[in-house]
């Protein structure tokens, strides 16, 4: 019983520790992003935002792998500092984003009017609706409505961070089926809240997509982490920072 009780208070140990290693990389994180911004600047961060670690992944990514093409599953302040370091970078990148909910995407359309980077984002309403998206029956956004805006275009970033899973673990995972055929040769994908059960079973079924079309592909996931990154063979490590 002793050695049982030695265990339970080392994982506690250890999921204590974890956590305040991703603080301390989310507040290092956050002191970079805000450098983007006017010193009043207070960003829109909410509970369902990508965490500042997350998004500082995917700008150094962009800088280093000279992506030019984000396609995002939930907008939000990822959506506004990532089209801001594009923008005050000079880059030749160009955002999709992707809400179900009119309001919310309203709101970061003023955000990124007042920081002067709406012209890298094209901000796409579409709602929830239901259907059957290979292996998940349940609901996810508008298809048609999306493939209208993409056009023919290709995409060398995803991120998913949408929608929200409250009423269902599974339901991020028609993300991947619905972009692989538009994703670039060189690309790397986002998917976060790895930490749930949901997402992690979402991230094994994109693993045996890939497989299955023969698509060579690295895993990043790291218990102190809060996102998993797919990407293609190739290219140059973006972790941030870590000590």
Same mark, same amino acid.
């Given at each position: 019983?002793?050695?049982?009780?030695? !265990?339970?208070?080392?994982?506690?140990?250890?999921?204590?520790?974890?956590?305040?290693? $991703?603080?301390?990389?989310?507040?290092?994180?956050? !002191?970079?992003?805000?450098? !983007?911004?006017?010193?009043?600047?207070?960003?829109?961060?909410?509970?369902?935002?990508?965490?500042?670690?997350?998004?500082?992944?995917?700008?150094?990514?962009?800088?280093?792998?000279?992506?030019?093409?984000?396609?995002?599953?939930?907008?939000?302040?990822?959506?506004?500092?990532?089209?801001?370091?594009?923008?005050?970078?000079?880059?030749?990148?160009?955002?999709?984003?992707?809400?179900?909910?009119?309001?919310?995407?309203?709101?970061?359309?003023?955000?990124?009017?007042?920081?002067?980077?709406?012209?890298?984002?094209?901000?796409?309403?579409?709602?929830?609706?239901?259907?059957?998206?290979?292996?998940?029956?349940?609901?996810?956004?508008?298809?048609?409505?999306?493939?209208?805006?993409?056009?023919?275009?290709?995409?060398?970033? !995803?991120?998913?961070?949408?929608?929200?899973?409250?009423?269902?673990?599974?339901? $991020?995972?028609?993300?991947?089926?619905?972009?692989?055929?538009?994703?670039?040769?060189?690309?790397?994908?986002?998917?976060?809240?790895?930490?749930?059960?949901?997402?992690?079973?979402?991230?094994?079924?994109?693993?045996?997509?890939?497989? $299955?079309?023969?698509?060579?592909?690295?895993?990043?996931?790291?218990?102190?982490?809060?996102?998993?990154?797919?990407?293609?063979?190739?290219?140059?490590?973006?972790?941030?920072?870590?000590?």
């Amino acid at each position: 019983m002793k050695i049982i009780n030695k !265990l339970k208070e080392f994982g506690r140990l250890n999921l204590y520790i974890n956590k305040v290693q $991703r603080n301390t990389y989310d507040t290092l994180a956050s !002191l970079l992003l805000h450098r !983007l911004f006017p010193d009043s600047t207070v960003l829109p961060f909410s509970p369902f935002s990508l965490n500042p670690n997350t998004i500082l992944h995917a700008i150094n990514d962009i800088q280093v792998n000279q992506r030019k093409s984000v396609i995002e599953f939930g907008s939000g302040v990822s959506t506004l500092i990532m089209a801001k370091f594009i923008k005050s970078n000079g880059l030749t990148v160009r955002i999709l984003s992707v809400d179900h909910n009119h309001e919310w995407s309203g709101y970061i359309e003023k955000e990124l009017i007042k920081h002067d980077c709406l012209d890298i984002v094209e901000l796409v309403v579409a709602p929830l609706i239901t259907g059957e998206w290979g292996q998940y029956s349940g609901s996810w956004y508008d298809q048609e409505i999306i493939k209208k805006t993409m056009a023919e275009r290709t995409f060398d970033m !995803l991120i998913v961070d949408g929608p929200s899973a409250g009423k269902n673990a599974q339901i $991020r995972f028609p993300a991947l089926p619905f972009v692989i055929e538009a994703l670039d040769d060189n690309f790397i994908i986002f998917l976060d809240d790895i930490r749930r059960a949901g997402e992690n079973e979402i991230l094994n079924k994109w693993k045996e997509i890939f497989t $299955r079309a023969n698509k060579p592909i690295v895993v990043n996931k790291d218990s102190q982490k809060v996102y998993a990154v797919i990407k293609s063979e190739g290219g140059f490590s973006t972790n941030p920072m870590t000590y």
